[in-house]
């Protein structure tokens, strides 16, 4: 009897010790971008065990020991994966690398297009890669599709978001702030863009609501990614308007890229009304360095060397305007000429050390450099009349002349910049939070010397006519060096929650800033919330809401002192404090299958209470600021946005805004300079079905007309909107050599090129004159003429485009 009872414990406390055996298996899940991939399910076959992976891509899960245990993965889009363990003990390490689906892959771009949830939004930059664009293939000319974003310039790649300036707008390079000459005021002079193409390897951008990580600028984030190539890449393009090539290499832990772009668009700038001898010279060389010493220490190199000349004698001009009823034409003989440079140089050394699975940190220092210099001396000669008279000087015929008169402008402007940068930043991630911080220092330096003047004579009198001197109309000098000290540190916290309603995204941050030159502290919250519902996954929601500061630059406190002579003279604010936006943000994604293709719906609408403005006025490129904060105001509406497969295999989008911006301006509520009321975009791609290797692309911007004033007027005086802007560009591409399909291989001689494109494009289609600015006309009786200048006409560019 007591046999069978040792008997009977024995089995039972073997029992008990199996099933207290366990075995943890744990690892890091990544998707096919080797990004991690967070809410895929795990679980233990036959059993009801499960889990999920977190925010960085990594899980843990437990089972009792079996002889044969079965890890299931799956998530949404992707080919589930399983591994079986034989005798696992102890903790096991499984790494697993998803696979897109390719039978689900189509649906996956679509039900997905992913739903924005946060700030930001992550745009394609190959969908723009072969579009027609002046700029070629600027990452800011596809920004101008994008609702709630508007450029009324084809040769700038300056932008406005939501009723905000040029200068609102930060840019980010690999996580380092990138800064934009201070003098440019036309697209003539800009040359090239700051972004190059080539190189990118991933775009987000937000136009309202982004996190505290991003600097204090009141409307717009653009963050880029360049590239760390994996293998040799390369890829050339040629135009009648210049080229780029790039390449890049990785060998064992070293990667680096490299791009060389050079323009010179003379022939565009000829269609333009004011003839003469355009000689625009433009060259930029980039570069991204990566060593890796092991798995957590890495240190990168970000340079940039651009080097823009524009010179340009014009002889001519001949300007119609007017409406059919009272018609007028300007003429102008034109002597002397204009030589602009601009030299930028650009360096980043950034450490970038991994502590742990969870926690990374990067040590940034960083140079800009500025050397900029407009000079210009011509004069000019000018007959205003009425349509129908000879004009010229020739004789009067019906309507007579309206004024003739001469003037004289002069410009040498010089202006230095430095900034240095020192960025501190890491990232821990606890569970499902993802917290990030860091503290930034900047010293400026600058250096200002201007001196400007226009002469202007009406019919024999000089303007202003004062009956006892020659007076200068405009006279302008600025003499200053100045270095200032900035200091700004930010955290936040981004969390996200899987609940039995729905899927969640929380982001909360504050950013915290001081400047020296005013003595000024800001402090500035941000929230962040989004929202897709378990009933409704083909929706999504978000809400941002925030108090965002515009820290003051050079441009934004140099305030114009007049004497009584009437010059003027440039004197530095030490009492300018950053203007403020209180942003309120709503906004929804809606993904639908149409024509069996997919497509999103995005809306968004906003107001932006302002405050502490710094009032200014636009003339072309050129924003001209008062220096003081005089003026409060608001902006509010709303942007929609349709993108999809209109096309089945290629994206396509259309997007249309409504919008208001006002400000109160020595008592007097005005539209701010920005006020652009509505605007619709279209970017279309098509490939022709009995042509499979033909590609079409349309890129069509109409938008309303800015507030425009007089020179030396403001907005509270008078203003009169400019014509609406009307482009349509067209281009074609056929592909000599077709990309290869993911796991093709070339052979023969086109063994290391991937594709090759022969283009035809067509810029402003329809001919038609959109203005840029105004030249003002003053007769002695100081009635003035508002004369358009015109942006570029009808132009074909033939290019060719190569990857390897």
């Known amino acids: 009897m007591h046999k069978y009872k040792y008997i009977t414990l024995f089995l039972m406390l073997f029992i008990t010790t199996l099933a207290s055996a366990k075995v943890t298996i744990k690892g890091k899940i990544l998707d096919n971008e080797n990004q991690p991939l967070e809410f895929v399910t795990i679980r233990i076959d036959g059993t009801t065990i499960g889990t999920t992976s977190d925010l960085n891509g990594d899980y843990s899960i437990s089972s009792s020991t079996q002889d044969t245990i079965k890890v299931i993965y799956s998530c949404i889009g992707f080919k589930e994966e399983s591994k079986t363990l034989i005798n696992p003990e102890g903790n096991i390490t499984i790494n697993i690398k998803m696979k897109l689906n390719a039978l689900s892959l189509q649906e996956l771009n679509v039900t997905e297009y992913r739903k924005q ?44 978001v939501r009723g905000g300036t040029y200068d609102e707008n930060s840019v980010y390079i690999n996580g380092i702030e990138i800064y934009r000459p201070q003098l440019i005021s036309s697209g003539q002079q800009e040359g090239l863009s700051i972004i190059n193409p080539d190189l990118v390897s991933e775009v987000n951008f937000s136009t309202g609501g982004f996190s505290a990580e991003y600097g204090d600028k009141m409307s717009s984030a653009l963050d880029i990614t360049y590239k760390e190539p994996q293998s040799l890449e390369g890829a050339l393009s040629l135009s009648l308007m210049g080229g780029s090539v790039s390449f890049g290499q990785n060998i064992k832990s070293f990667s680096h890229i490299h791009g060389f772009r050079y323009k010179k668009n003379s022939s565009l700038l000829s269609s333009m009304e004011t003839k003469g001898e355009y000689d625009p010279n433009y060259f930029d060389y980039q570069t991204n360095l990566t060593y890796r010493f092991n798995k957590k220490l890495k240190v990168s190199f970000l340079g940039n060397i651009a080097i823009n000349n524009y010179k340009f004698k014009p002889v001519n001009r001949t300007t119609n305007f007017g409406t059919s009823t009272d018609a007028k034409q300007f003429k102008v003989y034109f002597d002397g000429q204009e030589k602009d440079k601009f030299e930028t140089y650009f360096g980043a050394l950034s450490l970038n050390y991994t502590l742990n699975k969870s926690t990374n940190f990067s040590f940034i220092a960083s140079g800009y450099l500025t050397n900029e210099l407009v000079s210009y001396d011509i004069s000019g000669e000018y007959w205003l009349d009425q349509a129908g008279t000879t004009g010229g000087g020739s004789g009067n015929a019906i309507g007579g002349e309206l004024g003739v008169g001469r003037y004289h402008e002069h410009s040498r402007n010089r ?50 006519n004062t009956g006892n001197s020659v007076n200068m109309i405009y006279n302008l000098t600025s003499n200053h060096d100045i270095s200032t000290n900035r200091l700004a540190f930010y955290a936040q916290d981004t969390y996200k929650l899987m609940s039995k309603i729905g899927y969640f995204t929380f982001n909360g941050g504050v950013r915290m800033s001081y400047w020296d030159f005013n003595n000024e502290f800001l402090v500035s919250p941000r929230v962040n919330v989004g929202f897709v519902p378990d009933k409704y996954p083909r929706w999504g929601f978000r809400f941002a809401t925030g108090l965002y500061y515009q820290s003051p630059f050079y441009k934004e406190y140099r305030m114009p002192v007049q004497d009584v002579n009437g010059n003027y003279t440039i004197v530095l604010n030490d009492k300018i404090k950053s203007q403020w936006s209180y942003q309120f943000i709503l906004g929804s994604d809606y993904t639908f299958r149409a024509f069996n293709r997919p497509f999103k719906f995005s809306a968004e609408a906003y107001y932006k209470l302002l405050g502490n403005l710094i009032p200014y006025e636009v003339d072309n490129l050129k924003v001209t600021y008062s220096g003081i904060n005089a003026s409060k105001g608001y902006t509010t509406g709303i942007d929609c946005k349709l993108f999809g497969q209109f096309v089945p295999g290629t994206d396509s989008w259309v997007s249309f805004s409504l919008m208001k911006t006002q400000e109160e301006l020595n008592g007097v509520n005005v539209p701010r300079p920005t006020d652009q009321r509505y605007s619709f975009a279209l970017f279309f791609t098509d490939y022709f079905p009995k042509f499979p290797k033909l590609k079409f692309s349309l890129r069509g911007i109409f938008s309303d007309g800015l507030p425009t004033t007089a020179p030396r007027s403001t907005r509270d005086q008078s203003y009169f909107r400019a014509p609406a802007y009307k482009r349509v560009d067209v281009g074609l591409s056929y592909a000599l050599l077709s990309p290869l399909a993911d796991g093709e291989r070339p052979y023969g001689t086109y063994k290391f090129i991937k594709s090759i494109w022969l283009g035809l494009d067509v810029f402003n289609l329809l001919d038609i004159s959109n203005v840029s600015s105004y030249y003002w006309v003053t007769d002695v009786n100081n009635l003035q003429y508002a004369v358009p200048n015109y942006l570029t006409r009808r132009q074909f560019n033939i290019r060719l485009t190569m990857d390897f």
Not at 133 to 148: K, N, R
Not at 430 to 452: A, F, P
């Open 415 to 464: 202006l230095k910049t430095s900034v240095f940068t020192l960025t501190l930043k890491g990232n821990t991630g606890l569970n499902n939070h993802n917290l990030s911080y860091g503290v930034v220092y900047n010293r400026e330096n600058i250096m200002d010397r201007t001196r400007e003047w226009e002469l202007r004579d009406s019919a024999g009198y000089s303007l202003p």
């Open 117 to 160: 949830t946060g700030a930001m939004q992550k745009i394609d930059a190959d969908a723009f890669k072969l579009s027609p664009d002046v700029s070629g293939g600027s990452i800011e000319a596809m920004l101008t599709t994008m609702a709630g974003v508007n450029s009324s310039n084809e040769m700038s790649s300056q932008y406005s």
